[in-house]
């Protein structure tokens, strides 16, 4: 059983910065697709980061590009997103998300693809 557990969510000045964390446990392959979603309230829920464990490109939302960084600790089993920069429009819960890598993972725009979520972490930014 695949078990996603965050933490790091703050409440925040605008400009601040916070480190999402997301601790992987009970996954039987060596690598697998991951990544950090997040929803506001009244709104769905949207991609913010995604990678693959083994290695390769990082995908990023348009929305927080050259602010946000997802990165992945192999030897940890745990997923970070570094935050910069923070914005009252950053507000949201924040989930981290795993899925299979079958023939490739599923893109930030499909995050119902991924099968395996956390509770979510809170984010708050004030102006």
């Known amino acids: 059983q695949v078990q996603l557990v965050e933490s790091g969510g703050a409440s925040v000045q605008a400009g601040g910065s916070l480190r999402l964390s997301c601790a992987a446990s009970?996954?039987?392959?060596?690598?697998?697709?991951m990544g950090w979603f997040r929803q506001a309230p009244g709104k769905e829920r949207e991609g913010v980061a995604t990678?693959?464990?083994?290695?390769?490109?990082?995908y990023y939302a348009d929305s927080v590009k050259g602010r946000f960084t997802i990165s992945h600790d192999n030897a940890k089993n745990t997923l970070y997103l570094q935050m910069y920069s923070l914005k009252p429009e950053d507000t949201a819960m924040y989930y981290c998300a795993a899925q299979d890598y079958e023939s490739g993972c599923p893109a930030l725009e499909d995050p119902y693809k991924y099968n395996y979520w956390g509770q979510g972490t809170r984010v708050t930014v004030s102006s």
């Open positions: 990678l693959y464990t083994g290695g390769g490109t990082t």
């Open positions: 009970g996954y039987t392959y060596s690598s697998y697709c």
